[in-house]
């Protein structure tokens, strides 16, 4: 559940569409002490006073600070969307169409072009969702509203020299709520320390230019420890009883430990060299991993475990390896995103406002499913899961 955080009135106001003038005054009086802050560090105040004029708070960033999907969401359903066999087939097509590219990157940074499309494919589908929310707008409210205004007016501030430095056009500096944008959702501050011209136009754009996007992706990872010819990991058994206790991405251990400690790859190959440490993201009754130095880099990009597993997953799959050996512990499957557009399309027809169904479970297809279950004397949870859309699908 959404948690909100205390405002000013002024600010409360704002969620009801309401933008009293005290509000206003209020916002453009945050706005004038980050103009004083961000043209300290070198910005033209030109550039500021361009990129805010006549700018209104979009109050709605403020709930979704408060509601991120890669700690709540069961790891099944997340991976489930993330990685499907449309994911897969699009990421076999963007590793030919963008090979000379992705080879460029894969040896100027030594990172393999499978984990790199898969980090484009999680991010962003391959650039077609890379966010419309306008970066500016977006970080001048967080700068001014709720939790973390620290950060977020550093990232302002990193939005600011970019547009400065003319490497992304102004109008095409949109992205998510958070301020992430480009094919790979870079924060701004990323992409001053980290991005380059891979095309070599002069400019670092990881919106409009897909090889500056790949390459960005991959100094990323580069810089955040990947060791050329490591393996991210592999999915592993686990003998009976054993200590759980020793789990934990840090708690590294030599291959060969593992190995004496009866832990087998789930695939039946021979332990690599090296160490790794051992996840278990469903807990002990789930599919068991040991992840590298890796898989860490990944993680790197955004701090959860189950992100950092998607993109590991991906690209093995996009080099033809199969599903996961061990089921999820779960009797109710998780959904692809052609199954979860199937699910909305059907509750639909049943009369239900569920908006375009484009496999993205919000808070309408949610409520819809939540009734749904009631009526048929399912579980109340309102989660697109196999057992409603079987239950759909017989026509109940």
Not at 141 to 152: A, E, N, V, W
């Amino acid at each position: 559940m959404s948690r909100r955080i205390a405002l000013p009135l002024s600010a409360g106001l704002l969620f009801a569409g309401v933008a009293p003038v005290s509000a206003q005054a209020e916002f453009q009086a945050c706005l004038s002490g980050l103009r004083s802050t961000i043209t300290a560090q070198g910005v033209s105040a030109s550039t500021f006073d361009q990129a805010t004029r006549g700018l209104q708070p979009d109050m709605k960033v403020i709930d979704s600070l408060n509601d991120q999907p890669e700690f709540k969401t069961p790891i099944w359903d997340y991976l489930s969307a993330l990685v499907d066999d449309e994911r897969i087939a699009d990421g076999r097509a963007m590793l030919r169409q963008w090979s000379q590219a992705l080879s460029v990157a894969e040896s100027r940074y030594g990172v393999d072009r499978h984990v790199i499309v898969a980090v484009w494919g999680v991010e962003s589908d391959f650039g077609r969702a890379i966010g419309k929310r306008p970066l500016v707008q977006s970080l001048a409210t967080l700068s001014c509203y709720g939790r973390r205004q620290g950060y977020f007016r550093g990232e302002l501030a990193a939005t600011m020299k970019i547009l400065d430095r003319g490497d992304v056009a102004a109008d095409h500096l949109t992205g998510s709520w958070a301020g992430a944008f480009g094919h790979t959702q870079f924060m701004p501050s990323t992409f001053l320390r980290l991005a380059v011209d891979l095309d070599g136009d002069g400019r670092r754009d990881v919106v409009d230019s897909i090889p500056d996007a790949l390459g960005s992706t991959a100094n990323f990872l580069h810089k955040a420890g990947w060791t050329q010819g490591m393996t991210w990991g592999f999915e592993v058994k686990l003998p009976p009883g054993f200590n759980t206790a020793l789990a934990g991405r840090t708690k590294k251990r030599p291959m060969a430990a593992w190995e004496h400690l009866g832990v087998r790859r789930a695939d039946g190959r021979a332990m690599p060299g090296g160490s790794a440490g051992l996840i278990l993201p469903a807990g002990p009754n789930g599919p068991a991993f040991l992840v590298t130095r890796n898989f860490d880099a990944i993680y790197g990009y955004n701090a959860a475990e189950s992100y950092a597993l998607a993109i590991a997953h991906l690209s093995d799959r996009l080099k033809g390896a199969g599903p996961f050996v061990t089921p999820w512990p779960t009797n109710d499957r998780g959904l692809s995103r052609a199954e979860r557009r199937e699910l909305q399309a059907l509750l639909t027809r049943k009369g239900y406002d569920v908006g375009q169904p484009d496999g993205a479970i919000g808070n309408k297809t949610r409520e819809a499913i939540a009734d749904f279950q009631v009526r048929n004397g399912m579980q109340r949870n309102g989660r697109a899961s196999g057992s409603v859309l079987d239950a759909l699908r017989a026509g109940r």
